[in-house]
């Protein structure tokens, strides 16, 4: 089983065999090295209300729009562990 993992400055995206919420590398765009977010826990973050994200949301990288959706609720550690 292959998983997609996504860079949070660039979107730029590694594949590796297996699953973990997310892979600390150096992103090969310059980005340094970042916290590559599972895709899946990426999508998720699609849960929180449009209405109820943050002014910044379009700002804040993937681990942030994460930190921000399960502290809400919207995505719980069983969805990350998952
Ligand atoms: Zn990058």
């Not at 826990?41 to 994200?53: I, Y």
Request: aromatic content about 6%; some cysteine; glycine content about 8%.
């Amino acid at each position: 089983m292959t998983e997609t993992y996504v860079c949070p400055v660039c979107g730029s995206t590694t594949e590796r065999d297996f699953r973990v919420p997310s892979v600390v590398r150096t992103c090969e765009n310059g980005c340094g090295f970042v916290h590559f977010l599972r895709e899946d826990l990426l999508e998720l973050t699609e849960r929180v209300p449009e209405a109820e994200r943050p002014d910044d949301w379009d700002e804040l990288s993937g681990e942030e729009r994460l930190r921000v959706a399960v502290g809400r609720g919207d995505v719980t550690l069983e969805d990350i562990r998952g």
